[in-house]
DNA sequence: CACTATTAGATTGTGCACAATATATATATA
DNA sequence: TATATATATATTGTGCACAATCTAATAGTG
């Protein structure tokens, strides 16, 4: 019983801490945009495809309305986003991009790069650990 | 620049999901102990050693008095641990188990296996995600 | 057309994370 | 022994996550 319920033990928990020591990396960089990184993750999505509504960003990054629809007024009033009622189904909000929210693309691209070094993890590595967890992911997720 | 800035080629994004998935996958067996997957988190580091004070809570954890005081708080409500101020040295607050607390520990054990059931995880697999975590995790945390 | 079911978002409430600041106590030093 | 410094925790405020509920609009059916 003691092996099992023991920090070191369990991967939840470095999962969980690796997790957060990476938004913690991003931040620096992203300050500097004056955005957070589940605003930087919504507006990867945007810088792929736009406008998007509400309900296709949510499918992306697993995130319901509780968590959208807040993060993208404040993405609206910092002028990044657009958000518009569709006139032919009033029920769904496109999001587009305004100006600002797609210079913010290039400033954005150098950051992974950055981050990366600052964690001091090689490319190999990066790629070893993606491909483990998307083979877990993809048992509970996408498949 | 479009395929730095995809979420399919970043690392983060799967990272950043699978914790939220983990945690997800934990919920409905710690709702049955009415605890949340962060004061299951605390509760393992009592159950590894007990009284300890909010400080070293947080630093096994990374979590600053900020997340924990309130989060300790829930748990003083629930009867699972203790909040004494140490009469030596009134700064410091111990935190201890209750006789409910200790009796968790024996429901929780549990937990991890079914979890990893649940997401249909081997424990090979288990194993590389957590070297491969653990690795990359020495090199900002711990070390 | 009226009625039901479905869908898309919005709202509300709880519980983290975490930065910044405050408070209270203890320790060190002149 | 005053006073400066350090330490431990608490408080406050912002921004997620996410469950549960609500509202408004659309689509399907008889």
Same mark, same amino acid.
């Given at each position: 019983m003691d092996e099992i319920l023991n920090l070191k033990s369990q991967v939840c928990f470095p999962i969980y801490t690796l997790s957060r020591e990476i938004i913690h990396q991003y931040r620096p960089f992203l300050d500097e945009l004056e955005i957070t990184y589940s605003q930087y993750l919504v507006l990867m999505v945007l810088w792929e495809q736009? @406008?998007?509504t509400v309900n296709q960003i949510g499918k992306k990054l697993y995130l319901d309305s509780g968590t959208l629809t807040p993060l993208l007024k404040r993405l609206e009033l910092k002028k990044f986003i657009t958000r518009t009622r569709k @006139?032919?189904?009033?029920r769904v909000v496109e999001i587009g991009l305004t100006e600002n929210g797609h210079e913010l693309k290039s400033k954005a691209v150098l950051i992974p790069q950055k981050v990366a070094e600052a964690m001091s993890v090689s490319s190999e590595e990066l790629l070893e650990l993606k491909e483990i967890v998307m083979k877990i992911l993809n048992k509970t997720k996408c498949s």
């Open positions: 736009e @406008p998007q @006139p032919s189904d009033e």
